[in-house]
């Protein structure tokens, strides 16, 4: 875990950055998540986002702000961070103006830099959208499962 300044290539992970909230680990639909804590977060909710890097999840999970709730899924595909699924906040795509009010998921994809980074797609084709109906059938269970108050779609 974590992003790609501490992945620890001898080790496979940045484990050292992040913890697994107890407990949390399931597979669902052959999909495997688990809630992260950053370390350096006494709260539990203050980091904004999840690692480049997964360890041995398929998705990760983090808290909002209170610490309670959680408000973000990641996909990592080749332990790589592929795509967000977001409900913690209003959003509103620079490319085409479109609105998505807080509490609907919205998905929003990472391009690979090159150099074992990634970064948030922000063109115009890379604006956020919603979930498509094989994401609502392949990630809806396991995003309801940590928080069943999110809606995929308005």
């Avoid at 680990?25 to 999840?50: A, F, L, M, W, Y």
Wanted: charged share 30%.
């Amino acid at each position: 875990m974590g992003g790609p300044k501490w992945y620890r290539k001898e080790a496979g992970h940045t484990d050292n950055k992040y913890s697994a909230a107890e407990g949390s680990r399931v597979t669902i639909n052959g999909v495997t998540g688990e809630i992260i804590i950053r370390k350096s977060d006494p709260t539990k909710g203050n980091h904004t986002n999840n690692p480049a890097y997964s360890n041995t999840c398929d998705m990760y999970f983090h808290y909002g702000k209170t610490g309670k709730e959680v408000v973000q899924g990641t996909l990592y595909i080749g332990r790589k961070k592929i795509c967000d699924f977001d409900w913690s906040h209003e959003h509103r795509n620079v490319g085409d103006g479109r609105k998505f009010p807080k509490g609907v998921v919205h998905v929003q994809f990472y391009e690979d830099k090159g150099d074992g980074s990634g970064e948030r797609i922000r063109k115009d084709n890379g604006d956020a959208r919603y979930m498509n109906n094989a994401e609502c059938i392949k990630f809806g269970p396991i995003i309801h499962h940590f928080n069943p108050t999110v809606k995929l779609r308005p």
